[in-house]
T-cell receptor, first 116, second 109 residues
Framework: SAVISQKPSRDICQRGTSLTIQCQVD?????MFWYRQQPGQSLTLIAT?????????ESGFVIDKFPISRPNLTFSTLTVSNMSPEDSSIYLC?????????????FGEGSRLTVL | GENVEQHPSTLSVQEGDSAVIKCTYS??????FPWYKQELGKRPQLIID?????GEKKDQRIAVTLNKTAKHFSLHITETQPEDSAVYFC????????FGAGTTVTVRA
């Protein structure tokens, strides 16, 4: 399996501020996926990040709120902008460990954000 | 898009008994069905998966069955142990992986 490092692992943020989460993978991958897991809930795909192109966002998620960067094949960032308490969640970076388009997702440890 | 429903939401079993979790999906084009286990405070981890050209797959005490006609698939855990206590998520892949709501499994010693 890939080794995924996510930073920060957790943070407490003030309403109205923005926070950038970093995801580093130990191997080159075509796609990186950002998921949100609200407290006690399932996993929801925010967007898919491809190197060299704009991220593809899922319904209900917009670039202004969740800007994503993908500068190379091993790194991506997700920013949660203008945070409100409703953004308190675990944000998970993931990659396809079994190869492109296999669907076999391997997740990072997650970034637990609490917005006050 | 794909809609995955998962039942039950909670499941309590006696140690040594079996546990079964069922999921249904809506998109007949979905062709990959993984199961993830998430322990408290940890990341989801893939425990078993099945592709649409297979009806059943087994790995030690866990097995997954798939009925493409009925569009449902199930996770079976036999001889449950306390370390099986976790939240289990099913998922289905069409163009993206869509997850069920999760099942909290508690194994009573």
């Amino acid at each position: 399996s890939a080794v995924i490092s996510q930073k920060p692992s957790r943070d407490i943020c003030q309403r109205g501020t923005s926070l950038t989460i970093q995801c580093q993978v130990d191997s080159q991958v075509t796609m990186m996926f950002w998921y949100r897991q609200q407290p006690g809930q399932s996993l929801t795909l925010i967007a898919t990040a491809n190197q060299g192109s704009e991220a593809t966002y899922e319904s209900g998620f917009v670039i202004d709120k969740f800007p994503i960067s993908r500068p190379n094949l091993t790194f991506s960032t997700l920013t949660v902008s203008n945070m409100s308490p409703e953004d308190s969640s675990i944000y998970l970076c993931s990659v396809e460990s079994g190869g492109a388009n296999t669907g076999e997702l391997f997740f990072g440890e997650g970034s637990r954000l609490t917005v006050l | 898009g794909e809609n995955v429903e998962q039942h039950p939401s909670t499941l309590s079993v006696q140690e040594g008994d079996s546990a079964v979790i069922k999921c249904t999906y809506s998109d007949s084009a979905s062709n990959y069905f993984p199961w993830y286990k998430q322990e408290l405070g940890k990341r989801p981890q893939l425990i078993i998966d099945i592709r649409s050209n297979v009806g059943e797959k087994k790995d030690q005490r866990i097995a997954v069955t798939l009925n493409k006609t009925a569009k449902h698939f199930s996770l079976h855990i036999t001889e449950t142990q306390p370390e099986d206590s976790a939240v289990y998520f099913c998922a289905a892949l069409d163009y993206k992986l869509s997850f069920g709501a999760g099942t909290t499994v508690t194994v009573r010693a």
